[in-house]
């Protein structure tokens, strides 16, 4: 089979995937009720307990056909009992769309809002849990992809369990990338997707539950009919399979990401990743760039760079001009800043991020922008 160049994606997924794990997508065609088929989905299913820290005693995963909206909609849809609450933690797009999901299905909804790129207030945080007892929840994202923020997630994990409140956690952007351990964080639900650390092809997310949580949600309502938690652990437990058709393909091909994920070893891809950081972050000051975030907050999978103030710089043009030499930039998302963000996850190395380094000075150059960028 003739593969397709090798692009770089610098966006924060879908990304770059490794030739093995494209050409995992090409298999005989299988109904997805046979045996064969449920061997690799358990097997799947197995391994991601395992990435995020969890014993198949006491943890499960279970999966989706859809983004990782999907299965941030289907655990707050399915877990909050009646008349119970969920604080959510929004300091950032993806803390945003879980209070946006709490909102259209009209629960109550105990919204801690902060400024994008800020920490939460852990004294606001635990007086919520303390004066609203009603709150079953709390939901925060780990790894705020939209600014690259690192949360302190066990700082507020800390607090959920002194106070006993249900955890979910959104590591869509950072599962297989960074540290994170669901037993250690006595976290109940956590979320993720096939396609950005774990370096698989996207339509498949999952939360790797904890069994006992899972069962607490036995009794409440069904909100909604394809995306719902509990129903879905159900027919896992049955026999293996999910309720609806699975996107077999993609499966196969995670299954091979998961693979070269263990024979990478988690320690190497952390260490892989905050090398690429590193080459990123010194080359792009070596440019003039500044970023949005302190170190401190900052994590080692994705930068959100302040836009030059030169009258020459147009992110389109260097957009497109990366992009044809084989480097894909993404747009910020911030409202008051402009800004533009560049991921270091996926299939790349820090020989990568060099190459790209070059790219961009070639094409800032190319356009007469002034090196180092400048800032009024
Ligand atoms: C932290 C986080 N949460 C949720 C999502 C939503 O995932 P999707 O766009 O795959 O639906 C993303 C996607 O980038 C994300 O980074």
Known sequence: MQLPPRKVLLNPGPATTTDTVKTALVVADICPRETEFAEVMRQVRHDLVKIAGGSPESHTAVLFTGSGTAVMDAVLNSVVPSGRAVIVINNGAYGERLAAIVRCYRLPLLELRYPWGEWPDLAQVEATMKAHPEASHLALVHHETSTGLLNPLSEVAALARRHGVGLIVDAISSLGGLPLDVRQENIDFLLSTSNKCLQGMPGLSFAICRRQALEEIREVPRRTFYLNLYQQYQHFAANGQMQFTPPVQVIYALSQAIREYFAE?????????????????????????????PL??????????????????????????????GFTIYPGKLQAERTFRVANLGAIDYHDIQAFLRALEEVLGEFQVKIPVIYH
């Open 265 to 293: 070893g988690a320690a190497n891809r952390f260490e892989r990743y905050r090398r690429n950081w590193q080459t990123l972050f010194a080359g792009l000051k070596q440019l003039g760039f500044q970023t949005l975030l």
């Open 296 to 325: 401190e907050r900052q994590s080692p999978l994705l930068t959100t760079v302040l836009e030059p103030d030169d009258p020459n710089y147009s992110f389109d043009k260097i957009h497109d001009a990366c992009y044809r030499r």
